[in-house]
């Protein structure tokens, strides 16, 4: 039996996962792997030791899959699965030199951020923390007439920057409240999308300058990197609301922060920010116009459940040399 475990492909899963995707793994008899059993990520020195001699890698979003982990894995190393549908943490130049095939974890969490993306939208734009809070501490007086008011969605324009899957579920999510336009942006126009939610195609000045309500729903690449700048910013309207489920990257904070604060721009949600976690001291939490979240938006349990299990899938397949149930292509 030791003989035969030793041949198997040996897999390092940099974090403990959802039990859906363990289990697809053990049941396999496929492989054998170690997980670094912990909700904290593996430091750097002890991953680059674990993924010595690997046929796979099982990763998340926090490990940088870079040409030093690639060295030090070795040869070996076939497969490298993600479980997110994020990859701007991998290399991807640097895997398809070495013909490693990457999964990720695309579909089964669009649900899961583009509710999440909705409650994040309406908890900024009717000031629900804030509100809430001012409750908490006592200073709810009286019914006021204009106290704690913010920015409805009925007849709103919303823009979507970057529409795929996700920024038509978010859409598709707000048309019933009542919003009058759909306006997006992307490298090129979209039709087979914007058609299910009725989008225009415009540029990034119009979207800027139209939306009462920005959803930012890209990858972060080259492109997108730090594009929410103050050139951005000091475009949108007055009352516009901006939300960021994509990543902390594509924002410029410092611009950011002198938008929110000088009243450039009514508010923004944000799900993700640099770094992350974002210290405690960071400006942005002092504006009460400014709702940040902790990167949640695919966090539930059937959607966590399910990236788990689309990762080890993955992982499991790519190994086997089949395609892949999801595949980037490089
Ligand atoms: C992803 O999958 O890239 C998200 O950021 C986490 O679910």
Redesign the pocket.
Known sequence: LRRAMSTLPKVFVTRRVPPDGLEILRQSKQVQFEMWDSDDPVPRVELLNKVKGCDGILCV?TEKIDAQLLDAAGPNLKVLST?????DHLSLDELKKRGIRVG??PDV?TDA?AELTVALLLATSRRLIEAAHEAKIGSWGTWRTMWLCGHELANSTVGIFGLGRIGVAIAERLKPFKVKKFIYTDVAPRPELANMIDAEYVSLDELAKESDFLAMCCALTPETHGICNWNLFSKMKKNAIFINT??GGVVNQEDLYEALSTGLIAGAGLD?TTPEPLPTHHPLFTLKNCVILP?I???SYT??NA?SALAANNLLAGLRGEAMPKELQL
């Open positions: 979003l479980m997110s549908v994020g990859y990720y974890t969490l951020v994509s990543r993700v990167h938006a695919s966090a959607t966590r990236m």
